[in-house]
Nanobody, 129 residues
């Protein structure tokens, strides 16, 4: 059974850092395109970062709004995906989700939420000014 469980969210002041984790089970995350998304009430889910399948080199891509501040990575041994977030801004406040793309899909660039098939429950990040 495929499962994604996020953790690591919280409340920080602007300029601070957080590291989100996404524990995958039922599959190896390196076999899939994986992504981090975020959503605020009333807005569409927004792609933050993606990491491609291991057989495609595991390249990463980022939304322009987070480039240079956020880093997506993973730990094969723990089968866990991470999102390291630095220099956080109030506009980064959102519910953050990790997602897996199935059916042979890959991530050579940012992909929309509709391209992903499995989702975690989300973890809240709140950044105060």
């Amino acid at each position: 059974q495929v499962q994604l469980v996020e953790s690591g969210g919280g409340s920080v002041q602007a300029g601070g850092s957080l590291r989100l984790s996404c524990a995958a089970s039922g599959f190896s995350y390196t076999d899939r395109c994986m992504g981090w998304f975020r959503q605020v009430p009333g807005k569409e889910r927004e792609g933050v970062a993606v990491i491609d399948r291991g057989d495609r080199g595991g390249s990463t891509n980022y939304a322009d709004s987070v480039k240079g501040r956020f880093t997506i990575s993973g730990d094969n041994a723990k089968n866990t995906l991470y999102l390291e977030m630095n220099s956080l801004k109030p506009e980064d406040t959102a519910m953050y989700y990790c997602a897996a793309r199935w059916s042979g899909g890959y991530c050579d660039r940012m992909r929309p939420a509709a391209a992903f098939d499995y989702w975690g429950q989300g973890t809240q990040v709140t950044v105060s000014a």
